[in-house]
T-cell receptor
Framework: GAVVSQHPSRVICKSGTSVKIECRSLDFQATTMFWYRQFPKKSLMLMATSNEGSKATYEQGVEKDKFLINHASLTLSTLTVTSAHPEDSSFYIC????????????FGPGTRLTVT | RKEVEQDPGPFNVPEGATVAFNCTYSNSASQSFFWYRQDCRKEPKLLMSVYSSGNEDGRFTAQLNRASQYISLLIRDSKLSDSATYLCVVNKGTYKYIFGTGTRLKVLA
């Protein structure tokens, strides 16, 4: 149980294009999902908290217009990196919480984005 | 001071050894604590939650010391497959995690 998938697992795009990453909870409903990015040999940095049916909450320093988050259903959240630049290249990981007082998060396998 | 601090390591230990990691947290209001394991270029996987009474799962034992604000992870009889980065995670009663930078473990044959 508590399986989270992400798609795509790897994407290479050109500067200026937009990339959408999907995060799905496969066997549970997640009212809250989280988006992280991770640079090599660094820890995970929380970008935003995605709430089903409402606007995402972004962490300080994360541009909401650049990283668009949509959480349209209880099993799907999407992150769109708009007008990508090489410095956006990173490992993006989503997670989902079971909620209802359970604070454990389950992580998707991550998406490696390379912007050329 | 970081909210969650870990020794980055690496800890290089021989197979069969016992190794322990500590993690300190600065916010006394922290409520939930976890250890995650992350392999290179993979996502973190929940290893165990850490309860006030301590908990054990096979070769892994986690303990919480609220007075000194640290949690620990003990691995007994280390296996080669235990080589990974171990992430300490603290939660303040919301669903938001605060990650430590991770401790790298290398178990050597």
């Amino acid at each position: 149980g508590a399986v989270v998938s992400q798609h795509p697992s790897r994407v290479i795009c050109k500067s200026g294009t937009s990339v959408k990453i999907e995060c799905r909870s496969l066997d549970f409903q997640a009212t809250t999902m989280f988006w992280y990015r991770q640079f090599p040999k660094k820890s995970l940095m929380l970008m935003a908290t995605s709430n089903e049916g409402s606007k995402a909450t972004y962490e300080q320093g994360v541009e909401k217009d650049k990283f668009l988050i949509n959480h349209a259903s209880l099993t799907l959240s999407t992150l769109t990196v708009t007008s990508a630049h090489p410095e956006d290249s990173s490992f993006y990981i989503c997670s989902a919480s079971l909620g209802a007082g359970s604070y454990e998060q389950y992580f998707g396998p991550g998406t490696r984005l390379t912007v050329t | 001071r970081k909210e969650v601090e870990q020794d980055p390591g690496p800890f290089n230990v021989p197979e069969g050894a016992t190794v322990a990691f500590n993690c300190t947290y600065s916010n006394s209001a922290s409520q939930s604590f976890f250890w995650y394991r992350q392999d290179c270029r993979k996502e973190p996987k929940l290893l165990m939650s850490v309860y006030s009474s301590g908990n054990e799962d096979g070769r892994f034992t986690a303990q919480l010391n609220r007075a000194s604000q640290y949690i620990s992870l003990l691995i007994r009889d280390s296996k080669l497959s235990d080589s990974a980065t171990y992430l300490c995670v603290v939660n303040k009663g919301t669903y938001k995690y605060i990650f430590g930078t991770g401790t790298r473990l290398k178990v050597l044959a």
